[in-house]
């Protein structure tokens, strides 16, 4: 009977972050939000009924208190903190090349991600939800291929398996004209742009106080 109550509060621990893991096909949107309270709340009403039953058999019959129910809850509510923090990303690879396509008039769009250990991270983003698709990808010369079948049908045309990097690897022309290019994520333009414009608005203002 002990080891059961142990089994069960495990079981919806995991229940409760799995949707962290970051193995195979996943989505996002409302219905793992609520799959995500249903399970955390199934989680904690458990463990306050297996604690207060502690605490009531500690006080009536001197027993021991039962530690193993509070360090699997501790360890749960850690991993879940931990989880959200990092997100899904994949901690024993690294992203190598990642781009995005926009849809335009359309609330949609779509994040391709390529990593180190030659898997690829295909997102669909909709208005409301999103759903990531997951595969192998070879490369042969500049032209990318992306080991997955079924990709153009999962991601709605979306993305397609054939692509052709341009000379400065800034985007993925498909090989088929039909489809969209995707175009690098410029965040590390952007974050150096910002600090050119701050260290000139920090010149102008010494400047400035200079001429005072």
Same mark, same amino acid.
């Given at each position: 009977?002990?080891?059961?109550?142990?089994?069960?509060?495990?079981? =919806?621990? =995991?229940?409760?972050?799995?949707?962290?893991?970051?193995?195979?096909?996943?989505?996002?949107?409302?219905? %793992?939000? &609520? /799959?995500?309270?249903?399970?955390?709340?199934?989680?904690?009403?458990?463990?306050?009924?297996?604690? *207060?039953?502690?605490?009531?058999?500690?006080?009536?019959?001197?027993?021991?208190?039962?530690?193993?129910?509070?360090? *699997?809850?501790?360890?749960?509510?850690?991993?879940? &903190?931990?989880?959200?923090?990092?997100?899904?990303?994949? &901690?024993?690879?690294?992203?190598?090349?990642?781009?995005?396509?926009?849809?335009?008039?359309?609330?949609?769009?779509?994040?391709?991600?390529?990593?180190?250990?030659?898997?690829? %991270?295909?997102?669909?983003?909709?208005?409301?939800?999103?759903?990531?698709?997951?595969?192998?990808?070879?490369?042969?010369?500049?032209?990318?291929? &992306?080991?997955?079948?079924?990709?153009?049908? %999962?991601?709605?045309?979306?993305?397609?398996?054939?692509?052709?990097?341009?000379?400065?690897?800034?985007?993925? *022309?498909?090989?088929?004209?039909?489809?969209?290019?995707?175009?690098?994520? /410029?965040?590390?333009?952007?974050?150096?742009?910002?600090?050119?414009?701050?260290?000139?608005?920090?010149?102008?203002?010494?400047?400035?106080?200079?001429?005072?």
């Amino acid at each position: 009977m002990k080891q059961l109550k142990y089994i069960a509060l495990c079981v =919806f621990g =995991f229940l409760f972050i799995k949707h962290y893991f970051p193995f195979g096909d996943y989505c996002k949107g409302l219905f %793992e939000g &609520l /799959k995500f309270i249903l399970f955390g709340g199934l989680f904690l009403v458990l463990f306050l009924i297996l604690s *207060i039953q502690n605490v009531i058999q500690v006080v009536r019959r001197k027993v021991k208190i039962d530690f193993k129910i509070y360090l *699997i809850f501790i360890f749960f509510i850690i991993s879940q &903190l931990f989880l959200e923090k990092i997100g899904n990303k994949k &901690l024993w690879t690294s992203i190598t090349w990642s781009g995005s396509i926009q849809m335009e008039g359309k609330p949609q769009n779509g994040i391709l991600s390529l990593y180190k250990n030659n898997t690829f %991270e295909a997102t669909h983003n909709y208005a409301d939800f999103s759903c990531t698709f997951v595969g192998d990808f070879e490369m042969y010369k500049d032209t990318l291929y &992306l080991l997955r079948n079924d990709i153009i049908i %999962e991601t709605d045309s979306l993305f397609t398996n054939r692509y052709v990097f341009n000379t400065t690897k800034t985007k993925l *022309i498909p090989y088929f004209p039909k489809f969209k290019i995707i175009e690098k994520k /410029k965040i590390k333009q952007i974050s150096h742009q910002s600090l050119l414009v701050l260290s000139n608005c920090f010149q102008i203002h010494k400047a400035t106080d200079n001429k005072r």
